[in-house]
């Protein structure tokens, strides 16, 4: 090891990926993307290519098994891969499953977890095929691998925006966020006074936002039906400002947003107003949500309008235009991508 | 969580994997092998499958800092993945890689454990397409993925063996196992009066064995050159006796290896000795070399007949003659598979 020490959080997660990939060249003719896309690309034919997604959970760093049932975390292992396939426009049809755990957990917390992966496979229609189950000297850690199709034709990159294409969102926004604020006070209450019943009450929506996502499957097979292949696309995992920013990257343009437009369920305003949250920034930073974020051709506006899946949101401008929020009063303040960056919690 | 407590020791790794997905049932097409080989198959047309191998290692269960350099812990487990896809009769064609670290490591400490992934991926000619790096609450965690391709007709799963094929390994047995046993002799050494330098001289090849092990994506171009599809294959990661176990399991069949015919390298026997081991038990129990083991019809001896990286060690009999080795005096000893179970440790 060489003398000098650079600390993780001097890179963060991205660069930290981009830091210790930079020297890797392609060899294979099959593969087509490699690191920097929500799903690696193989090539097999015009009609037909493997999508490959992968994620590690860990446990105190992603989860806490305070407030995360196991089974509710088996269930968002799976979707947050299957959503990462969606977002290639790709149908997910397998599953790895590799799981460390320490000698704390018995078999039957292990069979909770598996319920959960269970109930995600069912829901989501795909099959594990395989993984590896090891012991960890502490905690749970769960490494899950999604293999997916997808006709190569219809493949949808991070980088194919274009000037005057739409901006859609799915679903709605920063529920996830605001029901983990939930969980988290109740945990601080329940810490302080082991008797207190938790208060979830009323708050039914944005838990399972937080502990059952759902990745938008049936997104993928609208856009099919209505044979509209978005110009690029990405998961909303990190919240909204982060994966917009990650588009204007990858395809080299800007973007306007329209706060008032976009999609937040009643429940997730009034709960981030009582905690004092401002609901569109929880929309925007908070992350977890697992929708689909795309971009269309202005042309395909008529196939997607009145859609109550999809919400336009903006559009996407020149790269010098910078990228933007528009608020109510017209008024346009510059974007802020702050999404999770797990170097420095 | 139910109020029972089964520990993890009392169903075993195989036990535990078989208890957690006994209730999976596939449901894409595409999927031919699920659970239970080297790698699961996802099936495209008569001409190609995808193979699919995934690993996670863990410090301080799998591997230990103090003797394995991160350079060659990188290189280590892309080569324990390919050697599955290998295991398959398939070639590996892309990999990812997930990591969990904890803020102990510093950035140069990755860039070593990457170089060891980068000089893999060029020796067997593997692209790094994806993957995720994230902090963790305590040591280095690392989840591979292999992706390969497969002619779909080529496919060599456990089960295919029948009586009177020809058990074939590749290589030679056990210098993984006799390489460990001086590393971890010199740490004790070293951890006693630390001004001792350690001494490795004379077992270069053993030391290889154990820190740098190759998988045998040659075996597999050899095996198309000759024109010979095993019956069945298996690689050698937990000992040959664990291996011939299994695939003895999946065909429902038995079988006879003879002693004297385990390829064991010179050093490896001299230094088995040295540590008062018999070099047949390092090779039957000692796992980690990574070779092949795989069973041919009769009637391809005399294609792979003085073929200097195949011993044909033994056959394969009828399921109720039992599992035995015979040793050089005629005997035959009940083979017992005593692979690696993490659980155990």
Not at 141 to 151: Q, W
Not at 219 to 240: A, N, Q, R
Not at 292 to 320: S, Y
Request: aromatic share 6%.
């Amino acid at each position: 090891m060489s003398e000098k020490r650079t600390e993780l959080e001097q890179l963060g997660e991205f660069g930290l990926i981009d830091h210790l990939t930079k020297n890797f060249e392609n060899k294979q003719s099959s593969t087509i993307t490699g690191i920097g896309d929500d799903a690696a690309v193989i090539f097999h034919s015009k009609k037909e290519s493997t999508l490959i997604s992968t994620d590690m959970l860990i446990e105190g760093v992603h989860f806490n098994l305070m407030y995360m049932p196991l089974k509710h975390l088996g269930y968002k292992a799976v979707a947050v891969n299957v959503s990462d396939i969606c977002a290639m426009n790709g149908t997910a049809e397998q599953i790895t499953v590799s799981i460390a755990v320490s000698s704390r957990f018995p078999v039957e917390a292990l069979e909770e977890l598996y319920e959960g992966i269970h109930a995600a496979c069912d829901a989501f229609e795909v099959d594990l095929v395989g993984g590896d189950t090891t012991s960890s000297l502490s905690g749970l850690t769960i490494s899950i691998t999604a293999i997916g199709r997808v006709n190569s034709k219809s493949i949808t990159y991070r980088s194919g925006a274009k000037e005057n294409d739409l901006i859609v969102a799915t679903g709605d926004l920063g529920g996830a966020y605001v029901g983990l604020q939930v969980l988290e006070r109740e945990k601080q209450v329940f810490e302080a006074s082991p008797k207190i019943q938790p208060d979830l009450d009323g708050h039914d929506y944005i838990l399972q936002r937080q502990l059952k996502p759902e990745a938008r499957v049936d997104v993928i097979k609208f856009l099919k039906e209505l044979e509209v292949i978005p110009t690029s696309m990405i998961d909303i995992s990190d919240g909204l400002a982060s994966e917009v920013f990650h588009i204007c990257k990858s395809s080299e343009v800007g973007c306007k947003l329209y706060d008032e437009k976009i999609p937040i369920d009643t429940e997730t305003s009034m709960t981030a107003i009582e905690f004092n949250l401002n609901p569109v920034t929880c929309a925007l930073n908070g992350g977890e949500d697992y929708e689909l974020l795309f971009t269309v051709a202005q042309d395909d506006f008529e196939k997607i309008k009145g859609n109550p899946h999809m919400t336009v949101i903006g559009h996407i401008t020149d790269k010098d235009a910078g990228k933007y929020l528009i608020d109510k009063q017209g008024a346009a303040i510059e974007l802020q991508a702050q999404g999770w960056n797990h170097f420095e919690d």
